[in-house]
């Protein structure tokens, strides 16, 4: 698969990956960080605070660094690795790593809108889960499973993603245009159960430490006030 051809030319890193992992977060982040996040504004249109819980699907390269991100985040209740874009005979990761189903990684947040607003979501995706200036790949991964995407639940979210995308690039905040798709009206698939909370259950595994562990040290850094230090987990059950 292609983040495991990444994996090997990460290796020649592993030298100070063990000094990373020994020394803890902070030097990680200082070592390993491939570029430091954008602080980037607050979206100017958000969503209206609703009293039932709201679900954003989200697509920034490996969803293993993207479930960890939200599962960080204060007023996420889940936040579900998997895949969409494509259709359900194809939502499988052998399938999906050819990069001809049209499903990219995703995390599907489910989330309180009382505690964390769906705009607010966007710039953390934005800020820290991944790089959107990256054209069909993040990091080592590359091919259109790894794009950058939005798939909206209803034509709110899409308005909101489009007005904050347009602000965005008006501001010139990135050296580069995002390039994040929008793409509504497509069904997410769960991904198998070995995919979910990867993060959490191997912190020490060479992927995670050298492209993920930098994105919640900067999730805690940049949004202070919704890092929650104990991870959501998803409970697995069947795939």
Same mark, same amino acid.
């Given at each position: 698969m292609t983040r495991h051809r990444g994996l090997l030319r990460q290796l020649a890193l592993v030298p100070t990956l063990a000094m990373a992992i020994a020394?803890?977060?902070a030097l990680q982040t200082a070592?390993?960080?491939?570029?430091?996040?954008?602080?980037?504004?607050?979206?100017?249109?958000?969503?209206?605070?609703?009293?039932?819980?709201?679900?954003? #699907?989200?697509?920034g390269g490996c969803f293993w660094g993207v479930q960890g991100v939200f599962q960080h985040?204060?007023?996420v209740v889940s936040a579900t690795s998997g895949y969409a874009g494509g259709g359900r005979s194809t939502a499988q990761y052998d399938a999906v790593g050819t990069g001809t189903t049209g499903h990219a990684e995703s995390v599907? #947040?489910?989330?309180?809108?009382?505690?964390?607003?769906?705009?607010?979501?966007l710039q953390i995706y934005f800020s820290v889960a991944h790089d959107p200036t990256e054209l069909n790949r993040q990091g080592p991964d590359t091919g259109t499973q790894y794009?950058?995407?939005i798939f909206p639940m209803n034509d709110m979210q899409a308005k909101v993603a489009r007005a904050y995308i347009g602000q965005l690039n008006q501001a010139k905040v990135y050296d580069e245009a995002i390039v994040t798709t929008i793409e509504p009206g497509k069904?997410?698939?769960?991904?198998?159960?070995?995919?979910?909370?990867?993060?959490?259950?191997?912190?020490?595994?060479?992927y995670i430490v050298i492209n993920d562990l930098p994105k919640i040290e900067s999730l805690k850094r940049l949004f202070p006030n919704?890092?929650?230090p104990e991870a959501v987990? #998803?409970?697995v059950v069947g795939r």
């Open positions: 020394a803890g977060p070592v390993l960080a491939a570029e430091e996040p954008h602080v980037i504004p607050a979206p100017l249109q958000d969503m209206a605070s609703g009293q039932k819980l709201e679900t954003a #699907v989200l697509a985040v204060n007023g599907r #947040v489910v989330f309180d809108p009382k505690k964390v607003s769906y705009g607010h979501l794009r950058s995407a069904a997410f698939y769960p991904a198998e159960g070995y995919h979910q909370n990867f993060l959490t259950n191997n912190p020490t595994y060479p919704d890092y929650r987990l #998803v409970s």
